[in-house]
């Protein structure tokens, strides 16, 4: 059974939109929570990483927030460029960090 | 600067010819990670070492194997692969030290079976 469900499973905005990203979890009991960016035919590569006491964290234009007791989790993009065209994946990770749940993924197109 | 390196980046094989994946990494991380992942699905852990010690997971087919000769290396060796198994392999690594160490990823091997 898949712990963590991500949505919207596509998304197509135009450049320079904003977008928010959702992931919500059932993985107990909960360490942190990751954001990964996956290009097309690439590795993912960790945009964000929040553990149970962090409710936001930013990088650059990339805003995620958490929050633990319903355990849900969001990856905002603000003024979105064509590059950020890329799988974003949700990874929520129990006590023991080698023990990790991979969202489905979330496919987001940037339109010029 | 490449920190997890794998090689080469796109395989193709035979049916039932073996194969072998491989992976290294400049971080001197103690754990390393070999994931399935098939198009527009989530990455799907297959095993992954802590140093020396190999942790399969339940539904890994006997068919993978790994090895990891020294903390730089690690290679998956699939033995007889099958249609089903064409997918992107990918590489990680992390090194435990808290609960908000990050997993490196490496660019990941496209695999293709004719």
């Known amino acids: 059974k898949n712990q963590v469900e991500q949505s919207p499973q596509s998304l197509i905005i135009l450049e320079g939109k904003n977008c928010t990203l959702q992931c919500n979890y059932t993985v107990s009991p909960f360490s942190n929570l990751r954001w990964y960016k996956q290009d097309t035919g690439r590795g993912p590569v960790s945009l964000t990483i929040?553990?149970?006491?962090?409710n936001t964290k930013s990088n650059g234009r990339y805003t995620a927030t958490l929050d633990a007791d319903t355990k849900q989790s969001s990856l905002h993009i603000t003024a979105s460029q064509l590059s950020d065209s890329a799988s974003y994946i949700c990874v929520v990770s129990s006590y023991n960090n080698n023990d990790m749940r991979f969202g489905a993924g979330t496919r987001l197109t940037v339109k010029p | 600067d490449a920190m997890v390196i794998q090689n080469p980046r796109y395989q193709v094989t035979q049916f039932g010819k073996p194969v072998t994946l491989s992976c290294s990494q400049t971080l001197n991380h103690n754990v390393m990670y070999w994931y399935q992942q098939k198009s527009s699905q989530a990455p799907k852990l297959l095993f992954h070492y802590y140093d020396k010690d190999f942790n399969n997971e339940a539904d890994t087919p006997d068919n993978f194997q790994s090895r990891r000769p020294n903390t730089s290396f690690c290679f998956l060796d699939i033995r007889s692969p099958g249609l089903g198994d064409a997918a992107m392999y990918l590489c990680?690594?992390?090194?435990?030290?808290?609960?908000?160490?990050?997993?490196?990823f490496g660019p990941g091997t496209r695999l293709t079976v004719l």
């Open positions: 929040m553990t149970f006491s962090e």
């Open positions: 990680a690594t992390s090194s435990p030290g808290g609960s908000t160490d990050t997993q490196y």
